[in-house]
């Protein structure tokens, strides 16, 4: 009997293309990226049809890499996991269509993935020792959310934006203090040389008693911030703005999820999503748990962002509980998909 499962991961979201190999859910045997910042710094943002075109471009050269890094055929492969939403339609069709039609050429089982679900799962391959149930903060461009994950495969939506997301508050907050794509980055860079002494908001988050988070009010506020001191002429100290901005950002996600894991009585802190790469955010949350006796888990920067690992991940434990294996028919992207 065969005691390892190996899954063959492609995730095609966004603006990077990712394949990867992935052993028993948690041991990354190749993990290929395919990225295309410098492209989309250009137009200080992803232009959606540029992305889908490099994707194109990227795949098969990606899937070659990733079996050669892994010394494995497509033949050692036992499923195939896809990236088929949220994101990017015309992003998603690429990874979708490529993994069908290796489906449909190996006759191995193809495994529909959440992508956001695989941003959880990269604590696996980070942590071998963490198991659900745990607390989860959901932190990326499109997605601020509070969820418990019960076990491998369900989770209960505990909170989430009732605007903006924080990542695109950091996204569009950038782009007004003059710094490239991607803005969240170039954030914290800016924020480490300043101090954070302005106050946008007063404290939003204090004025509610549930757990979803609201952004829009401190983008705007950091906006007419900028707006204002340019129709008086005075001098704005950029990392100053970053460093506030970033604090009160940080302050808001931090602040909700201890509350909720008091309330909900975890011991189990877990971040994914794009955004858990801020140092900040990081640090914040750590030191606030520790108050609590909680733990924190953090995956490595680089399975922050958009990744095939965390894919492949997602779909080994998909796989093994029998869940969202789908005829390649039948599997079509979406751009939106429910928490």
Request: aromatic letters at 6%; one cysteine or more; proline letters at 4%.
């Amino acid at each position: 009997m065969k005691k390892d499962v190996y899954i063959l991961g492609i995730e095609s979201s966004c603006d990077d293309t990712g394949v990867a190999v992935v052993k028993n859910g948690r041991e990354v045997l190749s993990n290929v990226v395919a990225s295309q910042i410098d492209i989309h710094k250009l137009y200080g943002g992803v232009v959606p049809e540029i992305a889908s075109r490099n994707h194109v471009m990227n795949i098969d050269g990606a899937l070659a890499e990733a079996l050669e890094k892994a010394n494995i055929t497509l033949d050692d492969i036992d499923a195939i996991a896809v990236t088929y939403g949220a994101g990017l339609l015309g992003a998603l069709i690429v990874g979708v269509n490529f993994a069908k039609a290796l489906a449909y050429a190996t006759g191995k089982p193809l495994v529909a993935v959440n992508h956001i679900e695989g941003h959880v799962c990269a604590n696996y391959i980070a942590y071998k020792e963490l198991e659900p149930p745990f607390l989860c903060l959901i932190v990326s461009g499109g997605h601020t959310a509070l969820v418990e994950q019960t076990d491998y495969i369900h989770k209960r939506l505990v909170g989430t934006t009732t605007d903006d997301a924080i990542g695109e508050a950091f996204d569009k907050v950038a782009r007004e203090c003059g710094l490239e794509y991607p803005g969240g980055p170039n954030i914290q860079k800016q924020a480490a040389m300043g101090e954070a002494n302005i106050h946008f908001v007063t404290k939003p988050h204090e004025k509610h008693t549930n757990f979803n988070f609201s952004y829009s009010g401190l983008k705007t506020a950091v906006i007419n911030y900028l707006h204002n001191a340019e129709q008086r002429g005075e001098t704005v100290i950029i990392p100053d703005v970053c460093a506030s901005f970033q604090k009160e950002a940080v302050e808001q996600v931090v602040t909700k999820t201890i509350d909720a894991c008091k309330m909900l009585g975890y011991d189990k802190i877990v971040l994914a999503g794009g955004v858990s790469a801020n140092l900040a955010l990081r640090e914040t949350m750590k030191r606030e748990a520790e108050k609590i006796g909680a733990d924190v888990f953090c995956p490595h920067i680089s399975l922050c962002t958009d990744n095939a690992a965390m894919i492949a991940s997602r779909g080994y434990f998909n796989f093994v509980n029998n869940h969202m294996i789908v005829d390649p028919k039948h599997l079509e992207p979406k751009s939106t998909l429910p928490l």
